[in-house]
């Protein structure tokens, strides 16, 4: 059956730190990627999207991510993280083909500390 | 432009017990998904509306859950009756496209407690 793994299941870092989750899926076909955050008390919120071309894709709040195809993978990155980045962070993939459910990893709980 | 919204935001009831959740989709929004979130796991995927009409229900665990989505507006998911393992929260969404270029847009969710 098709997978999302998020690797991380929970992340510690300092304001200005760097910041990759990893994310990795299962399936061989054509797909749409996403990245959805939920932060404390708030809804899930699409923090960025791939669906074709250049493969460095940026979202909101500086936020970006590369889909290496070889690697199926789709790691999202921050260089430099903020108090307010606090947050619960899901990776997604719709399959091609016509399927329109969204495949969801486990969520990454990142803290940030000041 | 309202966002999707969920109400109840929280339940508690007791095994045995029947619950309604209900989501209002954004405006104009055709498809219309649920999920559920068991504690500690994954978002998983119980079913898609299309309009009224149901276009794919894979996800959803066994008969005890009924979703309804009558005049292709707002939808509800019944559990009848409701197990301990129901808990979780139950997310909608909802999106204009379909295929490439579809974007789902999530509700708060609500939280479901069964004792």
């Known amino acids: 059956a098709q997978s999302v793994s998020q690797h991380n299941h929970h992340v510690i870092l300092s304001e200005a730190a760097s910041l990759e989750l990893g994310c990795n899926y299962s399936?061989?076909?054509?797909?749409?990627l996403f990245w959805y955050v939920q932060y404390p008390g708030q809804h899930l919120q699409l923090l960025l999207k791939?669906?074709?071309?250049?493969?460095l894709v940026k979202g909101i709040k500086g936020f970006e991510a590369e889909f290496i195809k070889s690697k199926f993978s789709f790691n999202l990155r921050k260089p430099s993280v903020q108090w307010s980045d606090t947050a619960e962070y899901f990776c997604?993939?719709?399959?091609?083909?016509?399927?329109?459910?969204?495949?969801f990893g486990a969520g990454t709980r990142l803290a940030v500390h000041p | 432009e309202a966002g999707v919204t969920q109400f109840p935001s929280h339940s508690v009831i007791e095994k045995g017990q029947t619950v309604t959740l209900r989501c209002d989709p954004i405006?104009?929004?055709?498809?219309l998904y649920w999920y559920r979130r068991v504690m500690g796991k994954e978002i998983k995927f119980l079913l898609h509306?299309?309009?009224?009409?149901?276009?794919?229900e894979s996800g959803m665990p066994n008969n005890r859950f009924l979703a309804e989505r009558t005049g292709g507006t707002y939808s509800t998911l019944k559990v009848q009756p409701a197990e301990l393992e129901d808990s979780g929260v139950y997310f909608c969404?909802?999106?204009?496209?379909?295929?490439?270029?579809?974007?789902?847009?999530f509700g708060p969710g609500t939280r479901l407690l069964v004792l």
């Open positions: 969404a909802s999106s204009q496209e379909r295929g490439v270029g579809e974007t789902q847009y």
């Open positions: 509306f299309v309009k009224e009409s149901k276009q794919d």
């Open positions: 791939y669906f074709s071309g250049d493969p």
């Open positions: 997604a993939v719709r399959l091609g083909g016509g399927y329109n459910k969204l495949i």
């Open positions: 399936y061989g076909g054509t797909v749409n």
């Open positions: 405006s104009g929004h055709d498809n």
